[in-house]
């Protein structure tokens, strides 16, 4: 019978929540391949290959960007090594107090129990168009 990593992916939106960085490099494959969505503020380094490349480079970016940022996971549906999770985006932009709040879709595969890849889609227009208040605002 099949592993069931919803659980896996549950506890990665939880170790994202608190800030639990261990936890969330714990459930990471070490060659882990995460693809931001196109036109994504952060799909410039996409994919991230490697814990380091996604905690530092991805995550890392997104909290600095971002104030009080989260990803509320909806659905979490699974099968086999695959698992597909619906949620939000929250959070305000940092350099204008903008709010986000954006749909997403993340579709993740498993090695050995552990997150391998990661596709994430989402409104990347209600990220663009809260980044350009600030553009509006000092022109």
Not at 36 to 41: D, G, R
Not at 92 to 112: H, L, R
Request: proline share 3%; net charge negative; aromatic share 14%.
């Amino acid at each position: 019978m099949p592993h069931d990593h919803t659980q896996t992916v549950r506890s990665f939106y939880e170790a994202l929540a608190r800030r639990d960085a261990s936890r969330f490099v714990e459930l990471l494959d070490p060659q882990i391949e995460w693809a931001s969505a196109e036109s994504f503020l952060y799909a410039d380094q996409s994919p991230y290959v490697g814990v380091d490349a996604v905690f530092k480079h991805l995550f890392g970016r997104v909290f600095g960007d971002w104030d009080d940022f989260a990803m509320s996971p909806g659905e979490i549906l699974g099968g086999g090594e695959i698992v597909i999770a619906n949620g939000r985006f929250a959070g305000k932009f940092k350099e204008n107090g903008a709010s986000i709040d954006a749909q997403f879709v993340q579709v993740f595969q498993f090695k050995d129990g552990k997150i391998a890849k990661c596709q994430v889609y989402t409104d990347t227009a209600r990220f663009k168009e809260a980044i350009a208040q600030i553009r509006s605002a000092t022109v």
